[in-house]
């Protein structure tokens, strides 16, 4: 069975720092690109960060480029969003996503396994 699990979400000020991570399970790891992508309210699904666990390539969009990093820990076949100078923009539902095809991008295309994901709020 596959499953994605996100953590790591939570309330912080602005300015502030937050991890996540996506612990997934039941497909090949190492073949699959995996991407964070987010949510708030009245907002539509937009695609943060995402990257290639075969060769560690990344992709971040413009709103989060400079202050989160995106990492692959392929021996625990985790991957995390260090998330720094938190704002309160970045107020959503936090999701992971897998995909065997490496587009780097804020497209979900072909992102066919989601995890249930995480809130992250960050208060001003």
């Known amino acids: 069975e596959v499953q994605l699990v996100e953590s790591g979400g939570g309330l912080v000020q602005a300015g502030g720092s937050l991890r996540l991570s996506c612990a997934a399970s039941?497909?090949?790891?190492?073949?699959?690109?995996i991407g964070w992508f987010r949510q708030a309210p009245g907002k539509e699904r937009e695609g943060v960060s995402c990257?290639?666990?075969?060769?560690?390539?990344?992709y971040y969009s413009d709103s989060v480029k400079g202050r989160f990093t995106i990492s692959s820990d392929n021996a625990k076949n985790t991957v995390y969003l260090q998330m720094n100078s938190l704002k309160p923009e970045d107020t959503a539902v936090y999701y992971c996503?897998?995909?065997?095809?490496?587009?780097?991008?804020?497209?979900?295309?072909?992102?066919?396994?989601w995890g249930q994901g995480t809130q992250v709020t960050v208060s001003s």
């Open positions: 990257i290639s666990s075969s060769d560690g390539s990344t």
């Open positions: 039941g497909f090949t790891f190492d073949d699959y690109a």
């Open positions: 996503a897998a995909r065997l095809a490496w587009i780097p991008g804020r497209g979900d295309e072909g992102y066919g396994y």
